[in-house]
């Protein structure tokens, strides 16, 4: 998570509380007091964050911002305000800027501002060298795929870019359901405004209300200023609302009233602000189930979801699997290897049979790992972790295959696959004579998993579940 941080203020003392607040968190700090400083910094060391502050003698941070991020590869930048400067901040923000911090700051919300402005630069420092760099793989924009399940997909951005309808992005965690929100809203129209986003699962419920619709100084203990919220923000825009199925019920009724009335105040004013935005928002949870459990707003869920994506896990696109890992190891080879790598045979139909209960993300992470393991030019099966290597492929003993290819092919792939995994399980209790424990350590999975397996398909009158 640690990065470059680059502190352009032209007043010592803050560039020293700055420095302070954020050497503790481990990350590298370099500063400048002007602009001129500030350009040769971002020349040689391509800090990943600024934060740059809006007055700055006889220069204008704002003036500086556009240099900034037109860079080909710009940095986050988080624009530092005196309070009173909200406009100049919101101002800021249209023309490119992540976020703002108004003086004088909290440290503990400067840390936060400046740990998700990192991950944000290293998401689209991945994303950009992705779409540069692997010509000739099947993409499309920062999506990588050409499985029918992917293009069904695709198709559905194409055909909501260029509309304002809310659109409520279902499935697994690890899928890329963020990155199919940005590519709505980058193929959109030429003049939309900004893509403002927010996790609503990694933000503290007494902090999340304040960041989506703002408050003055004073609205609460710790408010020591003005604070403009991403409605606000995202006005003309989108606003993306990850996780959005573990916001609570009191915070939904709110945001329901901010998109019937397109108005909301900020905490502790009564002054009415205008917001008109479009919402893409996020989850991995059944919201549908939700609502029965009454921990969802149905009138929310509707008008969330004028219209739905589901991003398909990746082991129903396994398909799509040899691009990504090719994509992810010359991502990864370029940043830790003086040579590009490649993935073994062997590697790469290991990578095939996993199910990746992680998906993508957890693809991405083992190759990230393999990359960083590699002792040749090439990925082999070992330096996988336990669940692909190929000593637990070997340890999986089940030499009578005749009972587990025996499956009908009229059977659609969803029955096919589950049919499959029941012989396969059934096999390997066979074989250890109905023993769950070495059951379980021959397939290469925790006893607990094996225990729930037998009980999903069926085999739990066959099978004692407590041996």
């Not at 003086?338 to 073994?344: H, R, V």
């Not at 021959?442 to 407590?466: A, N, P, W, Y």
Request: hydrophobic share 40%; net charge negative; proline share 3%.
């Amino acid at each position: 998570m640690n990065s470059t941080v680059l502190i352009v203020d032209d007043e010592p003392a803050s560039r020293y509380g700055m420095r302070r607040a954020l050497e503790r968190e481990g990350h590298t700090i370099v500063e400048a007091g002007s602009v001129n400083e500030a350009e040769i910094i971002v020349e040689s060391n391509s800090p990943g964050v600024v934060l740059l502050d809006v007055k700055l003698a006889s220069e204008s941070g704002l003036d500086y911002l556009p240099t900034l991020v037109s860079r080909r590869e710009p940095p986050v930048v988080i624009i530092v305000t005196a309070h009173g400067s909200e406009r100049l901040a919101v101002e800021a923000i249209k023309r490119g800027a992540y976020d703002y911090l108004a003086k004088p700051f909290d440290v503990d919300e400067l840390r936060i501002l400046v740990k998700n402005a990192i991950e944000a630069f290293r998401l689209r420092s991945e994303n950009e060298r992705l779409r540069n760099e692997l010509a000739g793989t099947e993409t499309f924009g920062q999506l990588i795929g050409s499985s029918p399940a992917m293009t069904r997909v695709y198709s559905l951005i194409e055909k909501l870019a260029q509309t304002d309808v809310n659109v409520l992005i279902t499935g697994e965690s690890g899928t890329g359901k963020e990155m199919v929100a940005r590519e709505i809203h980058a193929r959109g129209r030429a003049d939309a405004g900004p893509f403002v986003a927010i996790n609503c699962a990694a933000m503290p419920q007494e902090l999340i209300e304040s960041e989506l619709f703002g408050h003055e100084k004073g609205a609460f203990t710790g408010a020591a200023g003005k604070r403009v919220g991403k409605f606000e923000a995202a006005n003309k825009g989108t606003l993306f609302l990850d996780e959005i199925g573990d916001m609570s019920l009191s915070t939904q009724a709110k945001v329901l009233r901010v998109i019937e009335e397109k108005s909301f105040q900020r905490l502790g004013s009564n002054e009415t602000v205008s917001s008109d935005v479009r919402i893409i928002s996020a989850t991995n949870k059944d919201l549908e189930k939700e609502i029965e459990l009454q921990k969802f707003r149905e009138d929310l869920y509707y008008r969330l979801c004028v219209v739905s994506i589901n991003v398909p896990p990746l082991r129903e696109r396994k398909s799509d699997i040899p691009a990504l890992a090719n994509a992810f190891c010359k991502r990864f080879s370029i940043a830790y290897k003086a040579n590009p790598l490649s993935i073994s045979k062997a590697a790469l139909k290991a990578l095939l049979e996993y199910d990746w209960p992680g998906n993508v993300r957890q693809l991405r992470n083992y190759i990230e790992r393999a990359v960083v393991l590699a002792e040749n030019e090439e990925i082999t099966l070992d330096v996988f972790s336990e669940e692909l290597s190929a000593k637990n492929l070997q340890n999986k003993d089940l030499t009578q295959t005749d009972n587990l290819i025996s499956i009908p092919f009229f059977l659609e792939f969803r029955d096919a696959k589950k049919e499959f995994e029941r012989k396969y399980i059934e096999e390997c209790l066979n074989q250890t004579g109905g023993n769950i424990t070495q059951a379980a350590a021959k397939l290469g999975i925790h006893r607990q998993s094996l225990q729930h397996k037998i009980k999903e398909l069926g085999l739990t009158k066959t099978f004692v579940s407590g041996n």
